[in-house]
């Protein structure tokens, strides 16, 4: 599904230190129900993933530190406010050319719309999923 925006997504983190751009090459996100991802985020995490050679940083990349969450991923973050910005499987074959953004980093209008949720399996039991989108157990 190509966008119809076809700008550049842009966003920061809460203290504005890490501010960033990426090409906008998709208008659909997905929620991750994962355990991972809920303890990352806070909740599922909802994020759009770009080609992660587009990933630039207009700021504080000083500021970025990563996470190794398991062998095939990375999770980057803010070192001054914490705030949870990129899931990257950078050790995948598959998935390494991509990498996730964080919706609520994004500088709006984002231009995007959550299409489905992946991990349900192990989504929290303090919530449902009821808003008629698919549902995979898996990616």
């Not at 906008?24 to 909802?46: I, K, L, T, V, Y």
């Not at 940083?57 to 190794?68: A, I, P």
């Not at 992946?118 to 989108?133: Q, S």
């Amino acid at each position: 599904m190509a966008a119809k925006n076809t700008s550049d997504f842009t966003g920061r983190c809460l203290c504005g230190a890490v501010a960033f751009r990426a090409a906008r090459d998709r208008d659909h996100a997905d929620a991750c129900h994962c355990g991972q991802c809920r303890r990352w985020s806070g909740n599922f995490w909802a994020s759009v993933n770009v080609p992660s050679a587009s990933l630039k940083f207009e700021s504080g990349e000083d500021s970025l530190r990563w996470f190794r969450s398991s062998d095939l991923v990375r999770r980057g973050f803010c070192k001054k406010c914490g705030s949870a910005l990129f899931w990257h499987a950078d050790r995948h074959k598959d998935h390494a050319h991509r990498i996730a953004i964080a919706l609520g980093a994004l500088d709006e209008p984002t231009g995007v719309k959550i299409t489905e949720h992946i991990f349900v399996a192990d989504k929290g039991d303090y919530y449902d999923i009821n808003d008629g989108l698919p549902q995979k157990q898996t990616y």
